[in-house]
């Protein structure tokens, strides 16, 4: 069997990703899709519009065969991090292709990823510029290429990922077509995931943009999940803890928990709180994943004590992403598991476990403990 | 001038309060009364029905001359810390007379007090009773006399810390008429705190038993404010904090925190989690004190660095109870305000101010930085 990787949020799964799905199987010949997608909560730290086991099964329904949890310390992250834990779970799974949707597939992102390693570091000291700027003016300078698209982002971090671990992994990009990423209109069938949700939440059409499990799945979305509804609990955690405390949650620098105690306190809305927080030193969605750091009480510690020990949680798979499973199991070198127990949950599980019961604000389902995967066909 | 204290939390305030508070100054001859209120939750953990701030000018418009608040680490307490707290605040306010509503106005709480001191402690240790059955236990065995009515409880309290700190307070017993504290039904015009609660929640007629100011705020009461509406809060503190953390909340003992955390994990609704947390062990007085002090995130240490330090925060005053202050202020020994500053937010003051944040769940209005005290006449 010849897999291929797919690293997805599906939030939600759209038309876009079953195209993309095609060209991906075609361009690589594989015959198996495997897809690591993130948990609950996405790249940018935000709930996702349903929970994971109905954007696998969507999936699953759509021609994938094989869905694997991107752990929440890998997906609500920076995309270096994310692209290098998705991948770690592919390699550990024995895929050794993966596809992912490009805007510029012609650039020689192994050159880019050479050019940083000549970055000088003593000049990432702008304090009213994000990381991401002052890394564009460096790429920019060595290169005369920017990456400002997130695609392209994930392009040289997947590039990155494989180069630093030597991993015997072929990227494959497929030109991407239809709508544009921050396009937030619906033309036609294919839309962005972003576009979607803007109808969904606005109570607007949306069906000719997904396949028919997806459209049954958002139609129940009395609320859409967001951090407008997160917002008591967070406030509480800024409000309550000390400073010394919340001064150690995972990527809490500069001083910006002094920042988040006092807008939080004048705050009693999530809106007046972000844009009370944003400066030009930080971005939006790295405020969003401090946000779901400090409610989780993530810490420095917890996430080092994790990131090096990836496992595998299978959300669902058919009849064909099962036989690629136990064709490829003896081989993969972390833990595999359909089913979280409760020594799993106490521990190397507790982070995704609290997640999920973060996520239990928007639905009575447990999302985790004794939680069957989901099989098809 | 002469003036009578009184210990209350007017949840809300009702004609009951008003028969007691004319009773009070007859029987003591004073003519300033001065109410120390339990801020936004009550002895038993819980948060009020209207906020402080709407209390407390209920009352000053039926006669009380002075409100000042009951800072939480006193209030949310059991009856010897609650009394001994709210006494320390009356003594450093030059309260000479004390009145408080009494059951059996003829016992002899002195020597009730006295027997107390004769306890063997060796014999608190039944782990399938809470403190206060064993403490009857012995109280009856020594005395014949048990205490099983809230306000014997209290009398007893009042009286050992009368004793305790050998304070220049007369206590008057004020003999209780009208409804029965556990009446949960309302007949005619005197009714309890409690089943004036009840009626409001349910949206049947209260307003025979309320002066006119307390009927107009608790008309405004969509949703009575609950355990209910803060248990997300709660739960996510017990679910994402590590257990080490829960254990170094106030009064966190005999490993409760495992308890709680297991309970929070599957319970999606605070009734749940609050039977599937009930033991022979503890009241539920007392489980619903340690929500608070765990949504509070409330340490030992932060408890005793303030129960040796009162302070007094005018909630309002008449014309004369400007006068009393005006009077007594150069004897008062310890710090006495009328609006909270920045720095007392983040100095002695914080924990009432945390306390006010979490009551924002339930009103939009700043309960402390800068409020003015209300001033009546």
Redesign the interface.
């Given at each position: 069997m010849q897999a291929v990787g797919m690293v997805v949020e599906y939030n939600p799964f759209h038309n876009g990703h079953h195209y993309f799905l095609r060209q991906a199987m075609k361009q690589t010949g594989a015959n198996v899709a495997v897809a690591v997608m993130s948990g609950n909560f996405t790249q940018r730290g935000e709930p996702t519009i349903v929970d994971k086991w109905t954007r696998a099964r969507a999936a699953l329904e759509s021609g994938v065969d094989l869905v694997v949890e991107l752990p929440v310390f890998y997906a609500a992250q920076p995309a270096h991090r994310f692209a290098a834990g998705a991948l770690a779970i592919l390699n550990a799974l024995q895929v050794h292709r993966v596809a992912f949707g490009a805007e510029h597939p012609e650039w020689d992102f192994a050159a880019l990823v050479a050019a940083e390693q000549r970055f000088n570091q003593a000049e990432f000291d702008q304090y009213n510029a994000t990381y991401a700027t002052q890394f564009n003016q460096q790429l920019h300078a060595q290169t005369g290429v920017e990456l400002r698209d997130p695609n392209d982002i994930l392009a040289f971090a997947y590039t990155k990922a494989v180069l630093a671990n030597d991993y015997s992994i072929q990227l494959t990009p497929v030109q991407r077509r239809g709508s544009d990423y921050h396009d937030q209109q619906i033309h036609g069938q294919i839309a962005s995931a972003s576009a979607i949700r803007q109808a969904v939440m606005a109570g607007e059409d949306f069906s000719a943009t997904v396949p028919p499990a997806m459209k049954a799945a958002l139609d129940k979305v009395a609320t859409v999940p967001s951090w407008n509804s997160l917002y008591?609990?967070l406030?509480?955690?800024l409000?309550?803890?000390?400073l010394d405390c919340l001064a150690q949650t995972y990527q809490m620098a500069e001083g910006l928990e002094h920042r988040m105690k006092e807008v939080a306190?004048r705050s009693?809305r999530f809106d007046d709180f972000i844009h009370g927080v944003k400066t030009k030193r930080y971005t939006y969605a790295h405020l969003l994943r401090m946000c779901l750091y400090t409610?989780?009480?993530l810490s420095e510690d917890e996430v080092a004590a994790r990131v090096d020990h990836p496992y595998i949680h299978i959300l669902g798979f058919t009849a064909r992403g099962r036989e690629y499973l136990h064709q490829v199991k003896k081989q993969v070198p972390v833990p595999i598991f359909t089913k979280v127990s409760q020594g799993m949950r106490d521990g190397f599980y507790n982070l995704d476990y609290?997640a999920g019961?973060?996520y239990?604000?928007f639905t009575?389902v447990e999302q985790d403990l004794k939680h069957p995967p989901i099989m098809i066909r």
């Open positions: 008591p609990l406030r509480n955690q409000i309550q803890a000390p306190q009693l409610t989780l009480q609290r019961k973060l239990q604000n009575v």
